[in-house]
């Protein structure tokens, strides 16, 4: 359940113990909590929720190192859910696709552009131009068909490409810092939330 906009049943909360202060990803972790009780999500597509987003750079790191923390929290404090098949579909589809496609994924993509660039200067280029071709234009491709199911402009699918060379290196980083935090065991706050209230986005 996003953290934007939700509706849960108070008795449905209370029996899941409440919201947790153990993480930093407490709808998340509520979600999970849920789950275990055997309790019915329904995801509504229709629901309309205006968030302020992050004006700056430095400020989009830290809303995503957040979420990356209290992602980190939100598996570790459930980890006996991965591979239980007692929980289906949770325990054997989402929660390791987060690990390998939100964690793992992400923080190896870096060391592969890195190799990537220390070969360029022994030609090597030639034979990854094709693979980096076709990755680009999948990325296009599939940001296309995203913002035709969600009945968005066409156009905005070619941000998909800055987003691969800006926002995807920060989130590797983000995720870097996060799994070094937490094998530190150190407790990561909220902070302080920068509020305009000038950028309302929907989300």
Not at 99 to 128: K, N, Y
Request: glycine share 4%.
């Amino acid at each position: 359940m996003p953290g934007a906009i939700s509706a849960v049943r108070k008795d449905a909360i209370n029996e899941a113990g409440g919201l947790s202060l153990q993480t930093l990803a407490e709808d998340t972790d509520l979600t999970l909590s849920l789950h275990r009780r055997g309790q019915h999500i329904v995801y509504v597509p229709d629901a309309i929720a205006w968030t302020e987003a992050p004006e700056s750079f430095r400020t989009l790191a830290r809303q995503r190192f957040r979420w990356a923390y209290g992602t980190l929290q939100c598996l570790w404090k459930h980890r006996d859910i991965v591979f239980n098949w007692n929980y289906r579909a949770l325990g054997w589809f989402s929660l390791p696709s987060i690990w390998f496609f939100q964690i793992i994924l992400v923080a190896v993509t870096p060391m592969v552009d890195l190799f990537l660039l220390a070969s360029l200067p022994f030609g090597v280029w030639r034979a990854v131009l094709p693979f980096i071709i076709t990755f680009l234009s999948m990325d296009v491709l599939l940001a296309t068909l995203a913002c035709i199911l969600e009945r968005e402009p066409i156009l905005r699918a070619w941000r998909i490409l800055p987003m691969r060379l800006i926002y995807r290196p920060m989130l590797s980083y983000c995720i870097w810092k996060a799994i070094l935090r937490a094998i530190k065991g150190a407790w990561v706050s909220w902070g302080k939330l920068e509020r305009t209230a000038s950028v309302p986005v929907r989300a």
